[in-house]
Every structure is written in structure tokens, then in C-alpha cells.
């Protein structure tokens, strides 16, 4: 059975179509991520390109994105008319390189584990890198030799 893009689909058949609650179709509505217009007798209905929107947020929600990375990514997609393979490609795009920055950043981890994950930055005075009267501190909260800073006149091992 083909469809038009502009085609509404009730709720109850978008939560079939896609194997989510409606509860969640409802919170995803309520986030922005989907807009529901409302038929006749007051039911909400969504346009049926929303089955990929849908897909869409499921994946993106896999790979660790929150929902307002996901929603900020989502508004760049035209309201008036059926997002077309082209968007879909452009927002794949962006979402690839924050993919590969995160594969970076695991792999980094990775190859860091086998030493010390605190990197010195839970005021320990001794780490992998020699972190002395919790200088580190200085640099700002989190693993500060895991997100990139070195102390003084040091490059951190890789």
C-alpha cells in the first residue's frame, strides 16, 4: 500500500509502525521531536514521515545522543513538506562526525584503562601522570589528562 508523505497516521498505528508506547509517542511530542495536529474529533495525528523521524530518534538515542541534541538536529529538517533523501543524508552527515569524536574519545579511554582512569583528577597524589598537591584541579572538574590537558611542560602518554 503506498502512501503520500502529507498522509495522517493516528497515534495508535505510529506506535505500531515504529514499536513505540504511545506514552512515549506522547513524550517525544511534549520534548518537540514530533508535532502532532489534532483531527476533527480531537485525536492526535501525526503525518506519516514521522515513522522515519521516529527510526530516527530511536537510533540516534542508541548511540548515546540526548534528546536535545537529537531535537537541535530535528528542527534543521523542513516542516512544510516530507524531509527528503537529500536531508536525511545532510543530517547523517552531522550527526557522523559527532559518532567518529565519540569513537576518538572511546578509544582513547581504551588505551588509558590499563593505568589510571582518574588521570589524577580525584586529587590523588600519584597517577599515572604525577599529579602533585592536586594541581590538576586547577584545570577545571572531570579526567583533565583524559579530555586532553597535560601538566606543565608534559605531553600525556597515549
Given at each position: 500500500?503506498?502512501?503520500?508523505?502529507?498522509?495522517?497516521?493516528?497515534?495508535?498505528?505510529?506506535?505500531?509502525?515504529?514499536?513505540?508506547?504511545?506514552?512515549?509517542?506522547?513524550?517525544?511530542?511534549?520534548?518537540?521531536?514530533?508535532?502532532?495536529?489534532?483531527?476533527?474529533?480531537?485525536?492526535?495525528?501525526?503525518?506519516?514521515?514521522?515513522?522515519?523521524?521516529?527510526?530516527?530518534?530511536?537510533?540516534?538515542?542508541?548511540l548515546g545522543f540526548?534528546?536535545?541534541?537529537?531535537?537541535?538536529?530535528?528542527?534543521?529538517?523542513?516542516?512544510?513538506?516530507?524531509?527528503?533523501?537529500?536531508?536525511?543524508?545532510?543530517?547523517?552527515?552531522?550527526?557522523?562526525?559527532?559518532?567518529?569524536?565519540?569513537?576518538?574519545?572511546?578509544?582513547?579511554?581504551?588505551?588509558?584503562?590499563?593505568s589510571c582512569i582518574?588521570?589524577?583528577?580525584?586529587?590523588?597524589?600519584?597517577?599515572?601522570?604525577?599529579?602533585?598537591?592536586?594541581?590538576?584541579?586547577?584545570?577545571?572538574?572531570?579526567?583533565?589528562?583524559?579530555?586532553?590537558?597535560?601538566?606543565?611542560?608534559?605531553?600525556?602518554?597515549?
Amino acid at each position: 500500500m503506498a502512501y503520500r508523505g502529507n498522509e495522517f497516521i493516528a497515534i495508535g498505528q505510529l506506535a505500531k509502525r515504529t514499536g513505540v508506547a504511545v506514552s512515549a509517542l506522547r513524550f517525544y511530542e511534549e520534548k518537540g521531536l514530533v508535532k502532532a495536529s489534532r483531527s476533527q474529533s480531537g485525536h492526535r495525528q501525526f503525518k506519516r514521515s514521522d515513522i522515519r523521524r521516529i527510526s530516527f530518534i530511536l537510533a540516534t538515542q542508541r548511540l548515546g545522543f540526548t534528546l536535545p541534541e537529537i531535537r537541535e538536529q530535528l528542527a534543521t529538517l523542513p516542516e512544510s513538506r516530507t524531509p527528503t533523501k537529500a536531508d536525511w543524508a545532510r543530517l547523517g552527515k552531522q550527526f557522523k562526525g559527532e559518532i567518529e569524536g565519540r569513537i576518538a574519545a572511546l578509544e582513547k579511554l581504551r588505551d588509558t584503562l590499563d593505568s589510571c582512569i582518574g588521570c589524577g583528577c580525584l586529587s590523588l597524589q600519584k597517577c599515572r601522570l604525577y599529579n602533585p598537591d592536586d594541581e590538576v584541579a586547577d584545570l577545571g572538574p572531570g579526567a583533565r589528562y583524559l579530555l586532553g590537558d597535560s601538566p606543565q611542560g608534559e605531553v600525556p602518554e597515549q
